[in-house]
Every structure is written in structure tokens, then in C-alpha cells.
């Protein structure tokens, strides 16, 4: 079992730059394929970023560019960096963690933190 904590959302305009933060309970965190999803009003959940356990990255073409995941074992905790934010960026921000495989559906989820990216 591990618990993940967001951190970071907030309102800023178009252009700006966000960090968001995911903290997990568990030392073993190391082991963890770690991801971080959307979700904006009316839509439905979308991947966005994850970093493998070896620290392999992988991102959706909308934000590819833009943001940037990082972990910091030692910390237990993951960073989804994100510039030049756009009006569609907006959404809910989860954070995920899995030791197999973050699609399509991982293990455990975090509560969620609002991004929202004004005009």
C-alpha cells in the first residue's frame, strides 16, 4: 500500500510555469512506476506523464516539451514541471504509482490538485 499527496496547483495565466509534487508514504517508492494524469470538466481521465522505476520517461504529445517528470528517490516524491502552460491545460492533476505499469489502470491514486490556467 502507498499513499501519494499532491502538491502544487494553483491559478495562473497562460504562459506561466507550475511545479506539482507527488509524495508517497512508502521508502520503496524507488520501485514505483510513477505517473501523473487529467482530468478536465467533461472529459475523461488522460495520461500525461510517467517515470519508470530507472527513471525512463514518457509523455502525451499535448504536453510534450512542456513538461518535464522527474522523481527524487531519496525524497519519495515526484515532479511534474510545467511551462508554458495553456487555457487547456486546465484540469484536475492526479498523481499515480503501480510496480508494473502505470496504463491503464494503476494501483493507487492520489487525491487530485486543481490546475487552472487563465487566458
Known amino acids: 500500500q502507498v499513499q501519494l499527496v499532491e502538491s502544487g496547483g494553483g491559478l495562473v495565466q497562460a504562459g506561466s510555469s507550475l511545479r506539482l509534487s507527488c509524495a508517497a508514504s512508502?521508502?520503496?517508492?524507488?520501485?514505483?512506476?510513477v505517473g501523473w494524469f487529467r482530468q478536465a470538466p467533461g472529459k475523461e481521465r488522460e495520461f500525461v506523464a510517467a517515470?519508470?522505476?530507472?527513471?525512463?520517461?514518457y509523455y502525451a504529445t499535448s504536453v510534450k516539451g512542456r513538461f518535464t517528470i522527474s522523481r527524487n528517490n531519496g525524497k519519495s516524491t515526484v515532479y511534474l514541471q510545467m511551462n508554458s502552460l495553456k487555457p487547456e491545460d486546465t484540469a484536475v492533476y492526479y498523481c499515480a504509482a503501480d510496480l508494473v505499469q502505470i496504463q491503464p489502470n494503476p494501483g493507487f491514486w492520489g487525491q487530485g490538485t486543481q490546475v487552472t490556467v487563465s487566458s
Open positions: 512508502r521508502r520503496t517508492f524507488s520501485r514505483y512506476v
Open positions: 517515470v519508470t522505476h530507472s527513471s525512463n520517461t
